[in-house]
């Protein structure tokens, strides 16, 4: 959609569109709401200003990204908006041409937009990174060491900051717009830059004073952090004023120096409702638009819901029990305790790696630190795991929720890895639950392991029914059924799908809770090997170096070399978005499929 021609007016109703046609849209198929809405405004200036056919844009997580997909072709197949074989509810260059970079985890693209530079450069060539980043992503460490670097090669890259919720430093009053105001104009700007080259020729106590000046006018304004940083500061300017944006971001654009322009918004602009730093409106599920109320879903309890019931009683009992998130305090069940016993547990915002790290002196105090973070976060404190908790061999227990297929926010966010990342660990341990019974006797043998942990559950419910089990005990499992032939090894929520396949068999089948991964349960699967030579292994999990692999090469160092074994873990390549039914399908891992195969 070319909008270059097009007058103010024209733009302001156009982003009024493009709000509306995101609400209806999500609304129905559910995504990322007060964020996008939020940024309309931003990204409508964005395309007007900057060359999308040449300026990467660079968008960070890329949630609010809706806007940008509706300028770039997409409008007609929107409605497609996360659903299987649609539209990608984050940037996907797969997608569009126009989606310069794949985004689902934060605060990566000033990075991003300092290596597009670096790649400018050397080619040659004039055209403009542009990082659209929110304030939330600036919590991240990441970002600071793109700025590092950024401020010192002074690369021309236009950094966007939509602050939607917090000011990284609050306006001060009428006099901090005016400054603000000022220090965005053209005449600012070119002032500025005339009497830094004045300076040059001026003595060194000329220079000295002018400089302490600048220095203090400064001060009062919120973007010393960045000019320190060697970043030029523009804002805060309102992110809702098309007009005001489009000036301020053709200064910026023609400075041909690194620089932020800092524009305050309001999440969920356009949708009352939703207005505001209200954070049930980030991500949501289909609601009705004129109430914004979601309909009731009916069916068993979640696994979340499970894990945060069980941490607020263990935390009632024992007030060493601890734990930390990033950011994502009602996704992980983290919001209850956290409100209760806000002395003991803690939100670190977009900080994985510091998450991990700060549970290490915790435990060596002997605290009992529960860490809790999506199987597709905890990547990011991978080196942390390692170097700071699991080399000291700490007794941190994370707890690592959205493991397996999460649905429509699909590859950035499956969590298909974390077996296969931490197993090769020293000192770590990996267990699962795979019914509510199962979790709480889970958590209750993490809580008295004084060693590195880690336990997985999905999203949503759990597969498998509700029923009495024995406490965990350390490497080892629980046969819950006996068979003739054919062994089922499940593991967490894979126990439950082994379940549902073996009701579809016409042969009798052993199950097997393998409970443990790392260490595994040796002497049970030498014994059942004896029995039953087709071994069939579920888990919601990668296949290299998964739980497949994890038996295979106990086989091996048993030297058991008639037992064929079968793995239903993924393949090696990344899972799309869509309803987790269809995707499932697509995967050929529906209960009715897996039977097909064994039979």
């Known amino acids: ?155 021309p890259v236009v ?74 500061y523009i804002g805060p300017v309102d992110g809702h004023n098309i007009e005001s944006l489009i000036e301020t971001m053709e200064v910026a654009k023609a400075l041909g120096e690194p620089v932020i322009i800092h524009a305050q918004t309001t999440k969920g602009k356009g949708y009352e409702i939703a207005e505001g730093t209200k954070e049930h409106w980030h991500g949501v599920s289909a609601f009705d638009l004129k109430t914004g109320i979601a309909p009731k879903k009916d069916g068993a309890k979640a696994a979340t819901a499970i894990f945060s019931e069980t941490l607020v009683q263990m935390a009632d009992e024992d007030e060493k029990i601890v734990g930390v998130t990033a950011a994502m305090p009602s996704g992980t069940g983290m919001t209850a305790v956290m409100e209760k016993y806000p002395e003991r547990f803690w939100d670190v915002a977009i900080a994985e790696q510091h998450a991990v790290t700060s549970m290490g002196p915790l435990a060596k105090e002997g605290f009992k630190p529960f860490c809790t973070i999506y199987s597709t976060f905890l990547q990011r404190g991978f080196d942390q795991v390692i170097h700071d908790i699991a080399l000291m061999d700490l007794g941190v227990a994370f707890s690592m929720d959205r493991a397996g297929i999460v649905g429509e926010d699909g590859e950035t966010h499956q969590g298909a890895f974390d077996i296969s990342y931490l197993r090769g660990i020293p000192n770590m341990t990996l267990l699962a639950p795979y019914n509510e019974s199962t979790m709480k006797l889970c958590m209750a043998f993490a809580k008295e392991y004084n060693h590195p942990c880690a336990f997985r559950y999905p999203r949503g419910a759990f597969l498998a029914e509700d029923c009495e089990s024995p406490a965990y005990e350390l490497g080892k499992s629980v046969l819950l059924q006996e068979g003739d032939e054919i062994l089922f090894i499940g593991y967490g929520n894979g126990v439950g799908r082994a379940q549902k396949v073996a009701e579809l068999v016409e042969a009798k089948v052993a199950i097997l809770d393998l409970r443990f991964v790392k260490p595994l349960d040796v002497e049970m699967l030498v014994t059942l090997s004896k029995k039953y030579k087709r071994w069939f292994v579920f888990s919601d999990s990668v296949k290299r170096a998964g739980v497949g692999s994890a038996v295979l090469e106990c086989l091996s160092e048993n030297e058991i070399q008639d037992v064929a074994l079968t793995s239903f873990e993924y393949d090696d390549a990344f899972i799309t978005h869509g309803n987790t039914k269809l995707v499932e399908e697509s995967l050929g891992l529906l209960p009715e499929q897996l039977a097909k195969r064994i039979s």
């Open 1 to 155: 959609m070319n909008i270059k021609a097009r007058s103010i007016e024209e733009l302001e109703a156009l982003a009024d569109e493009i709000r509306q046609k995101i609400l209806k849209t999500v609304s129905k198929n559910g995504g990322h709401l007060s964020s996008t809405m939020g940024a309309t405004d931003l990204i409508v200036a964005m395309h007007k200003v900057f060359d999308v056919e040449k300026d990467p844009f660079i968008f960070d997580v890329s949630h609010q990204a809706y806007a940008h997909k509706l300028l770039t072709g997409r409008w007609e197949e929107f409605h497609t908006l996360r659903q299987f074989d649609g539209i990608c509810g984050y940037t996907k260059p797969k997608e569009s041409k126009y989606d310069y970079y794949v985004a689902g985890h934060s605060s990566t693209s000033i990075s991003l937009a300092v290596g597009a530079a670096k790649a400018i450069a050397l080619k040659g060539e004039d055209r403009v990174p542009v990082a659209f980043i929110g304030d939330g992503s600036m919590s991240a460490g990441m970002v600071y060491e793109a700025l590092n670097e950024l401020g010192d090669r002074k690369y």
């Open 159 to 232: 950094i966007i900051l939509n602050d939607n919720e917090m000011s990284i430093a609050k306006p001060i009053g009428a006099i901090s717009k005016l400054l603000s105001q000022t220090m965005a104009g053209s005449f600012y700007q070119s002032f500025k830059g005339k009497v830094e080259k004045v300076l040059e020729h001026f003595p060194e106590s000329a220079t000295y004073m002018a400089k302490r000046f600048e220095e203090s006018f400064k001060l009062i304004t919120p973007g010393i952090l960045f000019e320190e940083m060697g970043i030029k």
